[in-house]
């Protein structure tokens, strides 16, 4: 579709949200990220049945660890799209950088080691 | 199994405060059932702790180890070519695998991540409850699989107190009165007479007051 959305936005692609186990997101935080956002199907068309509904409790659990460790919830969210939903998730890659933008730079961001 | 929860992260954040280099343990036996200390918990644990301390500016080196078990001497064996590399170890195991570490490597101190709460079962994915409590002289023949001591608030012997009303316990509507389930399931067996048998007292000698327990099997000693 040739839309743009901002290049600070990194896509890891994965079979199903409900592959990715929160120590991912995590160890991303380690390594520097600023945010992170789950992009899922709608609820109700996982491929893989329930995928996307795990991937949301576990974004919630994150969201507590995250506030627990001085992180920040917020720096974690969960949206639910269609793989044909081009504009929108412009849009939420959009909405998700503004965020982050005005969140700031992750705290731990000072003494994080690139591990390549 | 044994079910855990994990301490709070400001306790566990507080314990390690002078230490820059630790040593993360977890057990895979029934601390990873209960989700509380198995390698993934300590996987999340040691993340959290390491961006926390970035955060504050005070790098920290954490080893995550995940043992078979804590409580067998062969198991804390592997660990002898690096535990005094790190200053302190952090146990995620239960309260016997935190002493025993500390048993065997008389120089180190072991820290507790965990709070040990009790012996219970996997009821739904993600839900755990205490179904015995280790009194030392089961009665489960007598109350059909119910256990009186766990699953009474009172752990009382002889049938339901008044303070059992609409099957529930007084003490919480959701806990069910242990007692109305030995009858119930003594009405399900179709062995209503047998619970109208005169039991004799419960001999509380072999349960935990009066000191720590011990058993002794001299044809397995070597």
């Given at each position: 579709m040739r839309l743009s959305y901002p290049t600070n936005v990194k896509i890891i692609k994965v079979p199903c949200t409900g592959r990715v186990d929160i120590i991912l997101i995590l160890k991303a935080f380690e390594n520097g990220a600023d945010g992170a956002c789950l992009v899922g199907c709608l609820e109700g068309d996982c491929h893989y049945l329930v995928g996307n509904m795990r991937a949301r409790k576990r974004v919630e659990y994150l969201k507590h660890i995250l506030d627990e460790c001085g992180i920040?919830?917020?720096r974690v969210a969960m949206y639910n799209l269609s793989s044909a939903e081009g504009q929108h998730f412009a849009e939420v890659a959009r909405e998700m950088t503004d965020k982050i933008r005005n969140l700031g730079p992750s705290p731990a961001k000072q003494t994080a080691v690139r591990k390549i | 199994m044994i079910v855990a929860n994990r301490k709070p992260f400001e306790e566990i954040i507080a314990m390690l405060k002078p230490y820059s280099k630790i040593l993360l343990l977890g057990c895979n036996e029934c601390v990873t059932v209960c989700a509380t200390g198995g390698s993934k918990e300590v996987a999340v644990l040691a993340s959290e702790v390491r961006l926390y301390r970035q955060k504050e500016s005070k790098p920290v080196e954490i080893k995550e180890v995940t043992l078979e078990r804590n409580c067998d001497p062969e198991y804390l064996e592997?660990?002898?070519?690096?535990?005094?590399?790190?200053?302190v170890v952090m146990s995620m195991a239960c309260g016997c695998g935190i002493q025993f570490v500390g048993e065997h490597y008389r120089d180190r101190l072991v820290l507790p991540a965990i709070n040990t709460t009790f012996e219970g079962v996997t009821e739904e994915h993600g839900v755990w409850a205490e179904r015995c409590?280790?009194?030392?002289?089961?009665?489960l023949d007598r109350t059909l699989g119910i256990c009186p001591v766990t699953r009474c608030a009172k752990s009382i012997f002889n049938g339901p107190c008044g303070g059992s009303q609409g099957g529930k316990c007084e003490v919480d509507k959701d806990l069910p009165c242990a007692w109305q389930l030995i009858v119930d399931r003594h009405k399900e067996m179709n062995m209503m007479d047998k619970y109208l048998e005169i039991q004799p007292m419960?001999?509380?000698?072999?349960?935990?007051?009066g000191g720590p327990r011990k058993r002794v099997r001299e044809d397995l000693k070597i």
């Open positions: 920040g919830g917020e | 592997s660990l002898k070519p690096f535990i005094h590399d790190y200053e409590q280790g009194c030392g002289n089961c009665v419960k001999d509380w000698s072999t349960s935990r007051d």
